[in-house]
């Protein structure tokens, strides 16, 4: 069976500062899929950014990138340069089997 | 290019009445999930459908819950009848096809809340 992890609850940063939000996963496929969503207190899932189990570089999308470690069944998400804007619930998420997180609520101080 | 519709917005209803949800998710989308996302909880996916086939309901709760994907392109998700643990927000989301690199495009929810 497929599980992801996400051991931070919450997580305070200062505007403008960078944070990493950790994911782990646990899967027996070989190829697969690691997505991250932010969903903001709205309530809609917003797609940030994609990593394939085979590729070989880091994925960056603007402000967001993947630390993806394969051996260590990682994907943390790093976000640059803070804004107010960020604030909101961060979930990790595989594929091919549709398997999301618990969530990390990220809140962002002025 | 519209997002995923759904409707209602909200739905507010007492244990043991039943309820429909209705998805339209972006036009030629193939593939067609629906999500169940209980407060403080991440996601869990209920049915997943390919055209109009379904390829993977196995945590759907075929006792009170059905969905059905009719000519491939719009979606209900219906429950029968329902009880207190149901409260939760219903996400329906699409993606062009079934691939671990597919990104799926969520809408934006109902909330339902059974008394």
């Known amino acids: 069976a497929q599980k992801i992890t996400q051991t931070q609850p919450g997580m305070f940063v200062q505007e403008k500062e960078a944070v990493t939000l950790d994911c782990t996963y646990d899967?027996?496929?070989?190829?697969?899929?690691l997505f991250w969503y932010k969903q903001p207190s709205s309530g809609e899932m917003i797609f940030l950014i994609y990593q394939g189990s085979y590729d070989e570089q880091n994925a960056t999308e603007g402000r967001y990138s993947l630390n993806f470690q394969k051996a260590r069944k990682s994907a943390n998400l790093v976000i640059s340069a803070s804004q107010l804007g960020d604030s909101a619930m961060y979930f990790c998420a595989m594929r091919l089997r549709q398997v999301f997180g618990p969530g990390t609520r990220l809140s962002v101080l002025p | 290019e519209a997002g995923v519709a759904q409707s209602p917005r909200y739905k507010i209803i007492e244990k043991r009445q039943s309820v429909a949800f209705w998805c339209n998710p972006i036009?030629?989308?193939?593939?067609l999930y629906w999500y169940q996302q209980i407060l403080g909880q991440g996601p869990k996916l209920l049915i997943q459908f390919q055209n109009n086939g379904v390829v993977d309901d196995s945590q759907l709760p075929k006792d009170r819950f059905s969905a059905e994907r009719l000519k491939g392109v719009d979606s209900t998700l219906k429950i029968q009848p329902a009880k207190l643990e149901d409260s939760a927000v219903y996400l329906c989301?699409?993606?062009?096809?079934?691939?671990?690199?597919?990104?799926?495009?969520f809408g934006p929810g109902t909330r339902l809340l059974v008394l």
């Open positions: 989301a699409s993606s062009p096809s079934w691939g671990d690199q597919e990104t799926q495009y």
């Open positions: 036009s030629g989308h193939a593939t």
């Open positions: 899967t027996s496929d070989q190829s697969y899929g």
